[in-house]
């Protein structure tokens, strides 16, 4: 992304963010001085830091923007519901760490006794996360959209800009709907 930066002579000069708190040179020759990544931010109207949208989604839960508008997602009238929906976005894999059948192969090949009792061991990989993405949905839908497979959901949850930037990060997500963090309430 480019930012600006004005020179004395009224220029303004293309800059990246690896410019950030340095130098740049103006056609007029003059040397200016690049602001800092997090006031060049500011100054393009965006916030000082760059967060991922994860973080956005849960700023907006916390000061209760979410869920986003006041119209049914599916049917554009206004309504007061809220459907519970969940995006699985990464999640925890475990690695068998034993040698499984390889190991007895290998065994068998070279002579070597196999104890038949093997300690299994695994080895966990990746994190859980999962972000919840409530929307506004008449109740007369909800038991439409809770069979409803993962291309409708991720057209429904697209509504919402903000769900649309999150699926966009994470393509392969799952889309789980009718889930609620425990705690979580509305109205």
Do not use: N
């Amino acid at each position: 992304m480019s930012y600006y930066v004005t020179c004395a002579c009224g220029r303004e000069i293309s800059v990246s963010a690896a410019s950030a708190g340095g130098e740049v040179f103006c056609q007029c020759g003059a040397a200016v001085v690049v602001p800092r990544l997090s006031d060049l931010r500011r100054s393009s109207g965006k916030g000082a830091y760059e967060t991922s949208t994860v973080d956005v989604i849960a700023a907006m839960l916390s000061a209760q923007q979410l869920p986003w508008g006041s119209t049914c997602a599916h049917s554009e009238f206004p309504t007061e519901d809220v459907f519970d929906i969940s995006v699985q976005c990464e999640s925890c894999y475990d690695q068998d760490r034993s040698g499984g059948w390889v190991s007895v192969l290998a065994a068998v090949l070279l002579g070597l006794s196999v104890p038949l009792t093997r300690r299994h061991e695994s080895e966990t990989h990746g994190r859980e996360l999962v972000v919840y993405t409530p929307i506004r949905l008449r109740k007369e839908f909800h038991v439409r959209f809770c069979k409803a497979g993962q291309r409708r959901l991720r057209r429904l949850l697209r509504t919402v800009p903000v769900y649309g930037r999150l699926l966009d990060e994470y393509p392969h997500a799952r889309v789980l709907p009718g889930c609620r963090p425990e705690g979580q309430r509305w109205g």
